[in-house]
């Protein structure tokens, strides 16, 4: 998973391609702002890391099959009483 640096890195190399040298001062000021306020965004976005994610997962399919075995039960022992 590519980070907010690797983004802005990217960004800033192609945005750097279409500014002239003589506007160089506007282009950092761009830059600056623009990182700012990306690093502003992700930093108000409920972000987990990947391997929070994976971990959670994990625990949801050993949930769902806690469930789905539990649900077998009850249908058998249903059968079973009806």
Known sequence: MKG???FLSQLQ??????????ARAA?????????ATVMS???RLDLVTR???????AVLMRTREKVEALEKQVAE???KAG
Do not use: C, S, Y
């Not at 750097?16 to 040298?21: L, R």
């Not at 282009?27 to 990182?35: V, Y």
């Not at 391997?51 to 997962?57: V, W």
């Open 13 to 22: 190399g192609q945005f750097g391609q279409f500014v002239p040298d003589m």
């Open 77 to 79: 022992l249903e059968r």
């Open 41 to 43: 965004v992700m930093a």
């Open 27 to 35: 282009k950092d000021d761009f830059e600056n702002h623009a990182r």
């Open 51 to 57: 391997e929070e994610f994976d971990a959670q997962q």
């Open 4 to 6: 907010p640096q690797d």
